[in-house]
């Protein structure tokens, strides 16, 4: 028993090794980040860092911008529906001919009903549809192509094919309905459909209004816009607050408002471990470790509030960061210094993302404090044990 007390102490110290942790201690990630066969940088924020970051927003829609047709969106395409409207000189025309009760039934056929008019007027033929050749049938002219043509253009193309058989004839023509030149939005909107883009050059936020606006919070949606083989997706809140990302939209484009709802997780010496929901744009660090409760008085290593990132590779390359990107992205361990008053405003200009990680480590003299309890516990049990095998007789 006399040597109780020594194998009680050695085993304690074996046991330092394997004491309880709720995540890697500061010393370990700083030097696995130090080794050659790192698979992850330590970055230590401060302002400048936060302002390369900020200078580096996502451009996912920004790259799919400089794709966006530069074609008119008022052409003429198969299955849009047109109007016609035939003007002839004088009295007497073909068209005002063709008004009098005893209308032949081939001009009948031929699709049109002609409304009634006076010397000059402009009889219309509602509602032709443009076949899938791009053809229209116009009376007295038979099947003209207007298919990749504007109205103005498709309507001196009938004009000419008039010509000999109308008087001087005079034509307009008006889209009523194009597939050809609308999107499509669904998704998290009020009214999903086909929507038409006008010259105007309508943009993604004028088609998302056309729809009705989003059902969600602004904060959990994502849009994605496809565009043929072409796709990009950006967080809607960016959208709306970036003019660039709001970008012009082509014909037969589709745009899908998703549910994407942001989180975080929060480990370590916070005063509540959680995973929290982004609800509002832009929430920094300040924020996150506020809504956690702040750091733990008793355990935190404040020097070392950690935020674990996939960063995009375009970010870490701007940091000087040479870690080969992942799936996801770079892996960067964004470290600050809670202790440094000017932190605190770094915290404050420091955005967190969806998916980060924040986590504190215990204090050296926490781990410290774990290990001379366990002894303490240890060398209690081995002298309680001395002092009961010294009173039996």
């Known amino acids: 028993m006399r040597s109780a007390p020594t194998l009680l102490a050695l085993l304690a110290l074996c046991a330092c090794g394997s004491l309880p942790h709720d995540g890697p201690s500061q010393q370990s990630i700083s030097r696995e980040a ?43 395409g198969a299955g849009d529906q047109v109007a016609l409207s035939v003007f002839e000189a004088g009295g007497g025309g073909l068209f005002q001919r063709s008004m009098t009760p005893d209308i032949d039934a081939e001009s009948s056929d031929m699709g049109a009903s002609l409304e009634s008019s006076s010397a000059g007027a402009s009889p219309m033929l509602p509602k032709l549809v443009v076949d899938s050749d791009g053809d229209v049938a116009v009376p007295f002219a038979g099947s003209v192509h207007v298919a990749g043509l504007r109205p103005a253009q498709a309507a001196e193309v009938i004009r000419r094919a008039l010509r000999g058989r109308a008087v001087d004839p005079q034509v307009t023509v008006t889209v009523l309905q194009s597939h050809a030149n609308a999107v499509t939005v669904i998704g998290e909107v009020q009214h999903a459909g086909h929507f038409p883009l006008s010259a105007h050059n309508d943009r993604l936020i004028d088609a ?22 072409l796709h990009a997706e950006a967080p809607l809140s960016l959208v709306m607050s970036d003019s660039a990302q709001n970008i012009r939209l082509a014909p037969e484009d589709q745009v899908r408002i998703l549910d994407r709802p942001k989180k975080y997780n929060v480990f370590g010496a916070f005063g509540k471990v959680d995973q929290n929901l982004i609800e509002y744009d832009n929430p920094t660090l300040a924020d996150a470790i506020s809504h956690a409760g702040g750091l733990d008085t008793y355990s935190a290593a404040s020097a070392s509030v950690l935020v674990f990132r996939f960063e995009r590779p375009e970010v870490a390359a701007a940091l000087g960061v040479t870690i080969p990107s992942a799936a996801k992205g770079v892996p960067i361990i964004y470290r600050l210094n809670f202790r440094k008053p000017d932190r605190l405003f770094v915290a404050n200009n420091f955005d967190i993302q969806s998916d980060d990680l924040l986590y504190v480590p215990r204090s050296d003299i926490t781990e410290a404090m774990k290990f001379f309890n366990l002894v303490d516990s240890v060398t209690q049990i081995g002298y309680n044990a001395r002092v009961s095998t010294a009173a039996v007789p």
Do not use: C, F, M, W
């Open 34 to 76: 130090k080794h050659d066969q790192a698979n992850y940088a330590v970055v230590d924020l401060d302002y400048g860092v936060t302002q390369t970051i900020a200078a580096h927003p996502p451009a996912s829609l920004i790259g799919l911008a400089n794709e966006s047709s530069v074609a008119p969106t008022d052409l003429i």
């Open 208 to 229: 998302l209004a056309a729809a009705g606006g989003p059902t969600k919070p602004v904060a959990d949606l994502s849009v994605a816009v496809y565009r043929g083989a």
